[in-house]
């Protein structure tokens, strides 16, 4: 069974950064896709950013671009989203996702198996 945990979520100025974490248990993850996506009050929840676990490669959401970096430790089996120069918009409780294999579909919900419990993320003005 997987497990993915994040941390790293908390209230943060606007223009300030943090890190969030997603420590993943279970399997050997070298072939898995991990998907970080965010869910605001009243929205459905979007893709934020994915990284094919082998490779290495990474995608992002046109709206994080440029301001967020995902990243992978996999001595730690932990996924990593810095967020820099963060905005209120980015507000939002932001889940770990996690799927066996790699998906040229890494930006659908349904495309992932395992989903963490989330870790609030708010910025202020």
């Known amino acids: 069974q997987v497990q993915l945990v994040e941390s790293g979520g908390g209230l943060v100025q606007a223009g300030g950064s943090l890190r969030l974490s997603c420590a993943a248990s279970?399997?050997?993850?070298?072939?898995?896709?991990m998907g970080w996506f965010r869910q605001a009050p009243g929205k459905d929840r979007e893709f934020v950013s994915a990284i094919w676990w082998r490779s290495g490669s990474a995608f992002y959401a046109d709206s994080v671009k440029g301001r967020f970096t995902i990243s992978r430790d996999g001595a730690k089996s932990t996924v990593y989203l810095q967020m820099n120069s963060l905005k209120p918009e980015d507000t939002a409780v932001y889940y770990c996702?996690?799927?066996?294999?790699?998906?040229?579909?890494?930006?659908?919900?349904?495309?992932?198996?395992?989903w963490g419990q989330g870790t609030q993320v708010t910025v202020s003005t």
């Open positions: 996702a996690a799927r066996s294999s790699w998906s040229s579909s890494y930006y659908l919900r349904g495309s992932y198996d395992y």
């Open positions: 279970g399997r050997a993850f070298s072939s898995y896709t």
